[in-house]
């Protein structure tokens, strides 16, 4: 994917939120927003139990990412726009979060200075440049046993997933994948698929929340 496209996604992501933001009450709508991360935590509670003592990421995090829910975690919590957020938003101040470790980067280009036990990646990997790689980190960034927690919005008609990548119709995703490709991503790495979850089906996109473990 071209910069140029990256950055333009880029820019309407920061304005979505602003915009979402704008005429909500921040404690009722941070309430709401952990209650909606430990719903689904609760969904793969079979397939990933998390403890206190697990090193943890959220890359793609945004101004609301799963750290918020995660309070007795250390976590890195990774995205490009975290300053944006600070400044141009009223519902995130860093300090507010003292367990988290944030991190200015892509996912791409991000190193981790050591692996950790669960990578979360949620509504974010299709707002990357790069695809393959930020897969590539994903993995790469997951101890041996480790697991991978993955949210999508993948497509559910193959004519209308193709209308997509040639006509842009959804500025915010540059990328478009249907579930299986978003499976292979993982499978080609070298990870399995330990449990997949339909949170909600939708006329164009469902969206799915994937574990995967090393």
Known sequence: MSKLKWKIAQWFELRWWKVYLRDKNKEQYLSWKKNYWNDLLQRIAGSLAIDDTMRTADLGCGPAGVFIALPENKITAVDPLIEKYESETP????????N?????????????????????????????????????????????????????DAHNYALLK?????????????????????????????????????????????????????
């Open 162 to 214: 193709h209308f997509f990548k040639l006509v842009p119709g959804d500025v915010l995703h540059p990328h478009q994948y249907n579930l299986r490709e978003y499976e292979l991503f993982l499978e080609k790495r070298g990870m399995k698929i330990l449990k997949t979850v339909l949170v909600k089906k939708e006329s164009v996109f469902s969206h799915y929340l994937l574990v995967a473990y090393k």
């Open 91 to 98: 519902f995130f101040t860093k300090s507010d979060y003292p």
């Open 100 to 152: 988290v470790d944030f991190v200015v980067s892509t996912i791409e280009e991000f190193t981790p200075q050591n692996k950790f036990d669960v990578v979360f990646c949620l509504n974010a990997i299709n707002h990357v440049s790069d695809i393959e790689r930020a897969f590539d980190v994903l993995v790469q960034s997951v101890n041996k046993n480790g697991k991978v927690v993955l949210s999508i």
